[in-house]
């Protein structure tokens, strides 16, 4: 029923622009008809619907056109079959025996037509989040900014022979993107406008038939993109995956302050480095961890959503899933970027550019032992024990202890070693491993490069 709460809203927004008093049956009539389904290659695949059905040859032969037969079968369906998967977009199965059965209830439901044929302009609103997965975002600017890109997705699919369609909310991602970039112009929506390059269809059907696709973009494009028009908003999104049986994620708040977070750390951590540190491209092409559906699992989206996918194999074992406590080694220009990425995304989190000094401090120290002692003046180059017990750390009082023999060992730091202490005694249980790992790149950065 979400679709048609969406698609009654942008009807509301467009006959407002238009000065129209269109309904829904006449803006699918009008408007959604002709974009999505008067042509074989369709914006959406909705499951056994008119649309998705073969017209008998009988039909066929009678000289009108199939597109026709569909559309005038399918509002026979809306007004003589009522709401269903087939003519309300997301909704139950009639049959109690159909995979989205479980959507069926006893309770009376007043579903209108009108509910049937915005539907589908709600679902032609939708973005697509990967995995599968598409959102949708309640916002009276972005609705009618994808609207915007429905008759370019049109055209791009007539001159693209060789691509499938049925992709209108990857295409939606890309538009969305696009439409919400600083450079975009209204007066001129396709100067800028970098056009998703199809690739091979990965589904055995479609590569047989020579078909391109899209590939899905990354979620977090979407996400940073967003927080860069709306940093200060928190959206509330709509998340789900319809086809042969259909997932509703539910809703899920979208914090964009959060995530406008990770460029203002980037801006003061790197500030006197600002020709060779991450720009906004490089940012927002990180590799997240989660995917889309188990972002949603965390009850928000934030901060925590778009941890970088590798971080974890530099954590300490047994303090996160998957962590795998490795050492990170500096190799080349695409290692300095991860490190970059997981600097800036571990000090937004644990919300406190003092805790990076911190950290570069205790690795200083480190550093300093090591170079004092007699194996390091002996020539080896491996890291100390005591550093290496540090890095694989897993509590709180576990790291006080450490910090008390560094402290023995370099008493001229004591001071510093005490505030480090303090602070690591308010940080939350859950962030303290990010603490211990930061400090671990900061020590491998400097003994890389002999700091």
Same mark, same amino acid.
Request: proline share 3%.
């Given at each position: ?37 008067? @042509? ?150 396709? @100067? ?237 249980? @859950? ?21």
């Amino acid at each position: 029923m979400y679709t048609s709460y969406i698609g009654k809203k942008f009807l509301k927004l467009y006959n407002e622009r238009e000065g129209s008093n269109l309904s829904a049956e006449d803006f699918f009539n009008n408007v959604v008809h002709p974009l999505f389904f008067n @042509d074989d290659k369709h914006f959406i695949n909705v499951a056994n619907s008119s649309f998705f059905q073969s017209v008998p040859q009988k039909q066929v032969d009678s000289g009108i056109s199939i597109h026709e037969i569909k559309l005038e079968r399918f509002h026979k369906n809306v007004k003589e079959d009522g709401a269903s998967l087939t003519t309300l977009v997301g909704y139950a199965a009639q049959g109690i025996t159909a995979g989205t059965s479980g959507q069926l209830t006893t309770m009376k439901t007043n579903i209108e037509i009108e509910d049937m044929y915005a539907s589908w302009a709600g679902i032609g609103l939708s973005v697509s989040m990967g995995g599968g997965f598409s959102m949708i975002i309640d916002d009276s600017e972005i609705l009618l900014g994808l609207f915007s890109g429905w008759k370019v997705y049109r055209k791009f699919l007539m001159q693209t022979h060789n691509l499938k369609g049925n992709q209108i909310d990857v295409w939606n991602s890309y538009w969305l993107c696009h439409i919400l970039s600083s450079k975009f112009d209204a007066q001129n929506p396709l @100067d800028g406008f970098e056009l998703p390059q199809p690739v091979t269809c990965k589904a055995d059907k479609w590569r047989k038939m020579g078909l391109m696709e899209f590939e899905s973009i990354n979620r977090i494009k979407v996400v940073f993109s967003l927080a860069r028009k709306y940093p200060n908003k928190v959206f509330t999104i709509n998340a789900f995956k319809f086809a042969d049986t259909n997932q509703t994620l539910g809703f899920v708040n979208f914090y964009l302050p959060e995530i406008k977070r990770f460029y203002e750390i980037r801006d003061v951590i790197f500030i006197s480095k600002k020709e060779s540190v991450l720009s906004d491209e490089e940012i927002e092409n990180l590799s997240p961890y989660f995917f889309f559906k188990e972002a949603c699992k965390l009850g928000a989206i934030g901060l925590k959503s778009i941890e970088p996918k590798k971080l974890r194999e530099f954590m300490p074992v047994g303090t996160y899933q998957d962590a795998q406590g490795k050492d990170y080694m500096f190799s080349g220009e695409e290692s300095i970027k991860n490190y970059q990425l997981f600097k800036i995304w571990i000090i937004a989190m644990l919300n406190k550019t003092e805790l990076l000094k911190m950290a570069s401090g205790i690795a200083q120290v480190l550093t300093k032992i090591e170079k004092d002692s007699k194996e390091a003046k002996r020539g080896k180059t491996t890291t100390d024990q005591e550093t290496k017990k540090i890095f694989e750390i897993k509590s709180v009082k576990a790291f006080v202890d450490e910090l008390i023999i560094v402290m023995e060992k370099s008493p001229e730091d004591s001071v510093f070693i005490r505030e480090t202490v303090e602070e690591v005694l308010k940080m939350p249980y @859950d962030l303290f491993p990010l603490f211990i790992t930061l400090i671990k790149f900061e020590y491998n950065y400097k003994i890389t490069n002999k700091i």
